[in-house]
């Protein structure tokens, strides 16, 4: 019985590392969201402190590899350098993603669970940071940086996501730098099985 049991856990360890591979093929569909957004932002003229939310949803062009569009809305305390006063913020976001797994046999060694997987992720769109007081900044936006997702099981990952934003553009400042980590999740779908939930929400 011993054996048995230890058998269909090495079994069980070999699919799974298998079906959380075969979640990020081509063709497959990741849709999700940054639940929460907690960042820095530093301007000349003011700091502060955000609360994101950040639906995102991708296709896979070829293993490994996404690319999607993205909407970002926040609310966020600003603290005024000058006159030492706060005030509620909001900020917002639209544009597109690309993330590659990382394939690297050198990353992939860092990978201490067969459940973990590395990823790259760089966005660009457009986006606003806008203080009741203090300085705004609406524009062109870039960003970059590594993440980290925790597979719960085949089809859900948990998700770590550190990035650099740079906004550029009008408003009482031409530009923004953000610093983020994100923690959020992605459900990971064939194409073949979302098309399936569609019709059936369509029929419902």
Do not use: C, H
Request: glycine content about 12%; aromatic content about 12%.
């Amino acid at each position: 019985m011993k054996r048995i049991r230890l058998l269909a856990l090495a079994i069980s360890a070999v699919l799974f590392g298998s079906a959380a591979n075969a979640q990020i093929q081509k063709g497959n569909i990741m849709v999700g969201a940054d639940l929460t957004n907690i960042n820095v932002v530093f301007q000349k003229e003011s700091t502060a402190f955000n609360f994101n939310l950040t639906p995102k949803i991708g296709w896979f062009i070829k293993d490994g590899l996404a690319i999607g569009g993205y909407v970002e809305f926040g609310a966020n305390t600003t603290k005024n350098k000058t006159t030492d006063t706060r005030a509620s913020n909001t900020n917002y976001g639209v544009g597109a993603f690309a993330r590659y797994f990382v394939e690297d046999k050198n990353v992939r060694k860092m990978e201490f669970s067969k459940r973990v997987r590395f990823f790259a992720e760089a966005n660009a769109g457009f986006a606003g940071t806008n203080p009741a007081s203090g300085a705004s900044t609406n524009g062109f936006n870039v960003g970059i940086g590594p993440g980290i997702s925790y597979f719960i099981n085949p089809n859900i990952g948990l998700e770590g996501l550190f990035k650099y934003d740079l906004t550029v553009g009008g408003g009482n400042s031409t530009t923004a730098n953000r610093l983020s980590l994100g923690i959020g999740f992605q459900i990971y779908l064939p194409s073949a099985k979302a098309k399936q939930i569609y019709k059936e929400e369509r029929g419902k």
